[in-house]
Nanobody, 120 residues
Framework: QVQLVESGGGLVQAGGSLRLSCAAS????????MGWYRQAPGKQRDLVAT???????EYADSVKGRFTISRDSAKNTVYLLMNSLTPEDTAVYYC??????????????WGQGTQVTVSS
């Protein structure tokens, strides 16, 4: 199994910044894509940003220019630096990882979620 441990969420004022981290551990052989999604109350879970093993990134239009996704492949960790936060960014943020186990079978895992609250 793969465990994802997220950290870095919290309460911040509008205009502030937060950095989320998500570390994968377990019987991991390789990790391909890593990403972040978010879910606000009463809304569906939406893509925020993804990063491939090669470093290619994709962002939701609503966060382009404000959020930066990065990864440390040696540590199996993905980060999300969030700048210029607005109350509309308030949500539970989930990391997701896909890859293969040591046994070479594939997996997709989700973190438990971390709350980000932006006050106006």
């Amino acid at each position: 199994q793969v465990q994802l441990v997220e950290s870095g969420g919290g309460l911040v004022q509008a205009g502030g910044s937060l950095r989320l981290s998500c570390a994968a551990s377990g019987s991991v052989f390789s990790i391909n894509n890593m990403g972040w999604y978010r879910q606000a109350p009463g809304k569906q879970r939406d893509l925020v940003a993804t990063i491939t093993a090669g470093g290619d990134t994709e962002y939701a239009d609503s966060v382009k220019g404000r959020f930066t996704i990065s990864r440390d492949s040696a540590k199996n960790t993905v980060y999300l630096l969030m700048n210029s936060l607005t109350p509309e960014d308030t949500a539970v943020y989930y990391c997701t990882v896909d890859g293969s186990y040591v046994s070479r079978s594939r997996f997709v895992s989700w973190g438990q979620g971390t709350q980000v609250t932006v006050s106006s």
